[in-house]
């Protein structure tokens, strides 16, 4: 059986190459995480598609996934799957994992094998040109989910998981789903927030009780709920919000949009590292409290070394402060001391305020110790950092940033941050770094 496209030239281009010019904009050349999880917004995607994009273009791709979408249309069975066949887009044609479905099936009461619900269901289908477009072969099992109670949703995240635990494929499970909807952008916001923290903090539940409590549109949140329990089942400990955005950034009317939030579920715990930079950063902005490091420190942060902390909102840098040598007796007084820094005193950018903690991710940049070279032939942009000195004056650019190909560009921006002036002598120095996200 092939299922058809139902929305090509309507959410996105009918042309292939169109399609593809598309897609190109809205991708972007960004660290890759081991993913079990994502919610992915599914609305036409010159309103959805940044999100989407920038979110699947953080995740590590594998051969197989299951998609989860809401039901539109309401026709076919309330949980639905389809088990056969393969799904056509303008980039060509997706096998269903069959043996993966049928498994899923298998272990679940409530879930049914019934294409009938996917012949015009759009939020599965506009998933497809995206991973079609970043992984070139894969597989996957669609499900479109109604409205149903948690003792459901959470049958088939344990379904699921089992299934995947059973076939040992590296799976992702992608939740479809926009956000709040037809709203005043603050009130879509206020109310988008609440859902955002509680999938942020894995809480299934709360994100049900919070969807009930406060009638927030998230039409998507029952197969939320099912990635959710699903990939905790899986081992996952940590999510991160990759971008946000409302449909009036696209229209320019506020008075009432949609909203679209791109989240990553990730296969393992953050660093202690993060989590230390996490903490303090929470702890200074919400109450001027400076915490204690760990109280046994893990091995890597008993050594003395250089840190940067860096700290990112959706995606752009919100933050980044560090030291080139160490100034602390430790790496774990070094990272808060530069997390309160990177977080309140980075010149470039006003304090972070209570209410953009829940939007924001950390990475650590340990240093290694900067030996002097003789000319930028020597730099790989990639793996060493730079400083350039000349005289007082010093700046520093650490290794592997977006947008910086170069050593040349490496060099200019050192300059630049450091005031030194083109045709003055320097001297030139190259680091590596271990990086934590």
């Given at each position: 059986?092939?299922?058809?496209?139902?929305?090509?030239g309507?959410?996105?281009?009918?042309s292939?190459?169109k399609?593809?010019?598309?897609?190109?904009?809205?991708?972007?050349?960004?660290?890759?995480?081991?993913?079990?999880?994502?919610?992915?917004?599914?609305?036409?995607?010159?309103?959805?598609?940044?999100?989407?994009?920038?979110?699947?273009?953080?995740?590590?791709?594998?051969?197989?996934?299951?998609?989860?979408?809401?039901?539109?249309?309401?026709l076919?069975?309330?949980?639905?799957?389809?088990?056969?066949?393969?799904?056509?887009?303008?980039?060509?044609?997706?096998?269903?994992?069959?043996?993966?479905?049928?498994?899923?099936?298998?272990?679940?009461?409530?879930?049914?094998?019934?294409?009938?619900?996917?012949?015009?269901?759009?939020?599965?289908?506009?998933?497809?040109?995206?991973?079609q477009?970043?992984k070139?072969?894969?597989?996957f099992?669609?499900?479109?989910?109604?409205?149903?109670?948690?003792?459901?949703?959470?049958?088939?995240?344990l379904?699921?998981?089992?299934?995947?635990?059973?076939?040992?494929?590296?799976?992702?499970i992608?939740?479809?789903?926009?956000?709040?909807?037809?709203?005043?952008?603050?009130?879509?916001?206020?109310?988008?927030?609440?859902?955002?923290?509680?999938?942020?903090?894995?809480?299934?539940?709360?994100?049900?009780?919070?969807?009930?409590?406060?009638?927030?549109?998230?039409?998507?949140?029952?197969?939320?709920?099912?990635?959710?329990?699903?990939?905790?089942?899986?081992g996952?400990?940590?999510?991160?919000?990759v971008?946000?955005?409302?449909?009036?950034?696209?229209?320019?009317?506020?008075?009432s949009?949609?909203g679209y939030?791109?989240?990553?579920?990730k296969?393992?715990?953050?660093?202690?590292?993060?989590?230390?930079?996490?903490k303090?950063?929470?702890?200074?902005?919400?109450?001027?409290?400076?915490?204690?490091?760990?109280?046994e420190?893990?091995?890597?942060?008993?050594?003395?070394?250089?840190?940067?902390v860096?700290?990112h909102?959706?995606?752009d840098?919100?933050?980044c402060?560090?030291?080139?040598?160490?100034?602390?007796?430790?790496?774990a007084?070094?990272?808060?001391?530069?997390?309160?820094?990177?977080?309140?005193?980075?010149?470039?950018?006003?304090?972070?305020?209570?209410?953009?903690l829940?939007?924001?991710?950390?990475?650590?940049?340990?240093?290694?110790?900067?030996?002097?070279?003789?000319?930028?032939?020597?730099?790989?942009?990639k793996?060493?950092?730079?400083?350039?000195?000349?005289?007082?004056?010093r700046?520093?650019?650490?290794?592997?940033?977006?947008?910086?190909?170069?050593?040349q560009?490496?060099?200019e921006?050192?300059?630049q941050?450091?005031?030194?002036?083109?045709?003055?002598?320097?001297?030139?120095?190259?680091?590596?770094?271990?990086?934590?996200?």
């Open positions: 059986m092939l299922r058809k496209p139902a929305v090509a309507q959410f996105y281009p009918s292939p190459a399609l593809k010019e598309m897609i190109a904009t809205m991708v972007k050349d960004a660290p890759k995480e081991d993913v079990s999880g994502a919610v992915v917004p599914h609305a036409g995607y010159v309103y959805s598609g940044p999100v989407a994009g920038a979110t699947l273009s953080r995740m590590k791709l594998g051969s197989s996934f299951i998609i989860m979408g809401p039901n539109h249309t309401g076919g069975s309330p949980f639905s799957l389809m088990s056969e066949g393969a799904w056509q887009t303008p980039l060509g044609n997706v096998e269903i994992d069959s043996e993966l479905a049928k498994k899923i099936l298998s272990y679940s009461r409530y879930l049914k094998d019934d294409p009938a619900a996917h012949y015009y269901e759009h939020s599965v289908e506009v998933q497809l040109p995206f991973i477009y970043l070139e072969d894969f597989t099992v669609p499900l479109v989910i109604s409205v149903g109670i948690a003792e459901v949703y959470r049958e088939i995240g379904a699921i998981a089992q299934a995947i635990e059973d076939e040992g494929k590296d799976t992702i992608i939740a479809s789903s926009d956000m709040s909807h037809y709203e005043p952008r603050e009130v879509a916001e206020k109310k988008d927030k609440m859902a955002i923290e509680a999938i942020l903090r894995l809480d299934e539940d709360e994100l049900l009780h919070l969807i009930e409590s406060y009638h927030i549109s998230m039409c998507g949140y029952g197969p939320a709920y099912i990635m959710l329990t699903a990939t905790k089942k899986l996952a400990k940590a999510a991160e919000l971008g946000y955005r409302a449909s009036g950034d696209v229209t320019g009317d506020y008075s949009v949609v939030a791109g989240i990553i579920v296969a393992s715990k953050m660093s202690p590292m993060v989590e230390v930079a996490q303090v950063v929470e702890a200074y902005v919400k109450e001027k409290q400076v915490i204690a490091p760990p109280s420190l893990p091995p890597e942060m008993e050594g003395k070394a250089g840190v940067f860096s700290i909102k959706f995606g840098l919100r933050g402060i560090g030291t080139i040598e160490p100034t602390r007796e430790n790496i007084q070094e990272i808060i001391s530069n997390a309160i820094a990177a977080a309140t005193r980075d010149p470039r950018f006003p304090p972070i305020s209570p209410s953009e829940s939007y924001l991710d950390y990475s650590v940049d340990i240093l290694g110790k900067p030996e002097p070279v003789k000319s930028l032939d020597d730099f790989d942009p793996k060493y950092g730079m400083i350039v000195e000349s005289g007082w004056r700046g520093l650019l650490l290794p592997d940033l977006e947008g910086v190909d170069t050593a560009q490496q060099f921006v050192c300059c941050k450091a005031g030194i002036r083109p045709g003055e002598p320097v001297k030139l120095y190259r680091f590596e770094v271990t990086r934590y996200k």
